[in-house]
Structures are given as C-alpha cells and as structure tokens.
C-alpha cells in the first residue's frame, strides 16, 4: 500500500485536473484549497477499478474539510459552514 | 473550454427538492438485487457500474429513471466483462417479447 | 417471479430486465433463488438498524464514543451484519449539524437505511446540498441557526455516512426501543432532527 503523505491538520490544495475517466473527486473542489480532517485508510483506486484493473496498490484516501465560503464565491451562511470531501491521495498536493 | 462530465452535478443551479418516494416495482427490486448479488460475487465492481452510468448521454442521463439506467449500465457492465454477449441479448428480447414478456 | 397488478407491455428497460436476468440464469451466474432471496432482504430493511445504533449510542456513552471513534467496529459490536461497510458517524451538537450528500451518484448506507428515496438521488438535492445547504434543509421544514455550523459530507469515495442525532429533552427515562421510535431515516440524512416530549 502507498504510504500515507497527509497528516490530520494539514493543509492540502486539490488538483485542478479535468482528465476523462471514471473520477471521485467532484468538479466542483478541483483546485480548491482545505484541510485533512482525517485518513481514512488505503482503498483501490476506482479509476482503475472502473475500467476492470484492479486498482492496486490501494491509495490512502482522505476526508479533507474545505469552508463553503472559500468553494463558493456567493455562499450566504455560518462562515464556518463546511463540506467534507473523501479524495485519494494522487488528488492532493501540499497547499 | 473545459469539459465537466454531465453526472458530476454537485454546486449546479437547480430546482426545488421534491420529496418524492415511490414504491418501488417488482422489476426494480430485481435490478437492485442483480447488482448486489453480481457485486457481492465479486463478478462486477460499482465502480464500472457507475462508470457505463456516466457514459449515458446527458438526455438519457436526465430522462431515464434510477433503475433504468442501473439495468442499461448492468448490461454494459456485462456486455464489457463478456458475460454476456450482444447477440444473445438480442435474440433472448425478441423471444421474451414474443412470449408476452413473461 | 411476476409482478402484480394489471398486466402491461413491457417497457424497453424492463425487457432488458427480463433477459439479462434469464440469460445469466441460463449461464449458471446468477439463480433466481438468489435474486428473490435479496429481493426479499432488502424489502425488509427500512432504517430500523440505523436507529438502534443511535438509540444505543444515546443510552451508552462510551459506545457513543467508540461508535465515533470506528463506527463499522462498534456496529459489528452490537451484532449488525455490515459486509463491506465502511461507516463513518458524524454528531450533531448544539454547535454542529451535519447532513449527508452524494453529488456523484447516490452512495448510501444501505446495510443501514435500505434503499435510498428518490429525492436523495435526485438532481435538485445533488446539485445544492453541498451549495446552499440551509436553503435546501428549510425546504425540508428544518431551520438551523445561523449561529450553529453546517458540516456537509460529500460521499464521493468509499466511506459511507451515518448522522447521530442530538437526543430530544426529557427522553432520560426511556427505553433503547421507545428512543429508536424517535429517529427516522431523514434524522439519520441529517435533513430532520428527532423530536421529544417536549418538542
């Protein structure tokens, strides 16, 4: 398994990548910035998985917590409001 | 121009949420039950399930109901892993048709 | 098997239904034994296992805290069969609500809940509730403070998502069964909070 790069508590930034294929990280967070609020263990990449590859080694995938005023440039709220997102770690690079 | 796949909804304008719930039909329980089964069998995976559920075109995607798009990408599913064959199928619905569909 | 009721011409999709399952019965890679067995299991799973896992969590604290801590463990503790479950609780607190989406597709706790409604699957509740989510909660009938935070959980991988519920005033005295009684599907969605005596 690929070890774990993120720690709880850090900052990360999502890739802003739009390639084609069977994708787990939405739209809508690609290239926004957040924190690892949790690992949630190592899972077989479903990119792979989609096209009948196994998706081994699994990839550590995280809970990253990102506040809905800084996804959202109109968002009318608790300016703590937030939206937690699993992402794999290929995802991720060091905010 | 950068391309957002159609099924990838989340932060999109849209309409009221209707609290719909509707009883679902026999041939709907089966269509849940086929892909449980097949899955827990480890036969075919959700993620190609969803992946031939995105590849819908964006019409069929909205039009279609939740079963009917999860029988249409379980055949896909199977049709891609050959477990069944486009042949088949085809002559199997002319002769289901012909019996009155039962 | 057959369906009930008035008899109709198969629409395009059920007859695919039909023959995709004869042709794999014919195969030998699925019996419709099995078929009408699962049929059978999840025509009976409502969201009752999900309420006595909140009701036990409200009744005993330190479950509460394991259940918090790894949810499928604690599951499995109380004698929930959870194949495959990868289950994450998250606590609503006088401070905090959650609420539960799928913007992808529509993952669900479906060892816990059953199948999921049609409004969870639907475009509108995909598309805003990561957007506007007090919009989308008021249109439930449920109001949260502006001064409490909104946490909502996007299930976009392999984890799925269960609310614990804030536990209604003057419930001190009661049974696990009568607190069950209190927790519905949508308060376990986080789009409705159970009510008490003196709600």
Same mark, same amino acid.
């Given at each position: ?95 | ?102 | ?31 419709? #034994? ?26 005993? *604290? ?76 008021? #249109? ?53 909070? *159970? ?5």
């Amino acid at each position: 398994m690929a070890a774990a790069r993120f720690k709880p508590g850090e900052k990360v930034r999502v890739r802003k990548a739009f390639p084609l294929g069977h994708v787990r990280t939405p739209y809508y967070i690609r290239g926004h910035t957040g924190e690892v609020e949790r690992v949630c263990g190592a899972f077989a990449n479903p990119e792979e998985l989609a096209q009948m590859r196994d998706g081994l080694p699994p990839q550590p995938l995280y809970r990253v917590r990102f506040l809905q005023r800084e996804v959202w440039p109109d968002y009318r709220g608790n300016p703590a409001d937030v939206v937690e997102v699993e992402i794999f770690q290929h995802w991720l690079e060091p905010a | 121009m950068i391309e957002r796949s159609h099924h990838d909804m989340g932060g999109l304008p849209a309409g009221k949420v209707e609290r719909v719930e509707h009883d679902y039909a026999d041939w709907e329980r089966r269509v849940d039950a086929m892909v449980q089964v097949l899955r827990f069998g480890g036969k075919i995976t959700v993620d190609e399930l969803r992946k031939n559920i995105e590849a819908l075109p964006p019409q069929a995607y909205d039009a279609m109901s939740y079963y009917e798009k999860w029988i249409a990408s379980l055949t896909q599913t199977l049709l891609q892993r050959g477990m069944v064959t486009t042949d088949a199928l085809a002559r199997k619905m002319i002769e289901v048709e012909k019996r009155g569909g039962r | 098997m057959n369906d009930k009721g008035k008899y109709q011409p198969l629409s395009y999709f059920q007859l695919m239904e039909v023959s995709l399952r004869e042709l794999l019965v014919e195969k030998g890679i699925l019996s419709e #034994e099995e078929i009408a067995q699962e049929v059978e299991a999840m025509r009976n799973r409502g969201y009752e296992r999900g309420s006595r896992v909140v009701a036990h969590a409200w009744r005993d *604290p330190a479950f509460k805290g394991r259940l918090l801590q790894n949810a499928t463990q604690a599951c499995e503790e109380l004698g929930l069969e959870i194949p495959g479950l990868k289950l994450l609780v998250v606590e609503n607190t006088r401070d905090v609500h959650n609420a539960i989406v799928c913007t992808l597709c529509s993952c669900y706790p479906r060892l816990l809940l059953g199948i999921p409604p049609d409004w969870y699957k639907s475009r509108n509740y995909r598309s805003r509730m990561v957007r506007e989510p007090r919009e989308v909660l008021a #249109e439930f009938g449920l109001v949260i403070s502006e001064k409490t935070q909104i946490r909502i959980h996007d299930s976009s991988a392999d984890m799925r998502y269960l609310v614990l519920p804030m536990r209604p005033a003057g419930t001190e005295s009661w049974s696990e069964d009568r607190l069950a009684e209190l927790v519905n599907r949508d308060c376990l969605l986080g789009v409705a909070v *159970p009510k008490g005596p003196k709600d």
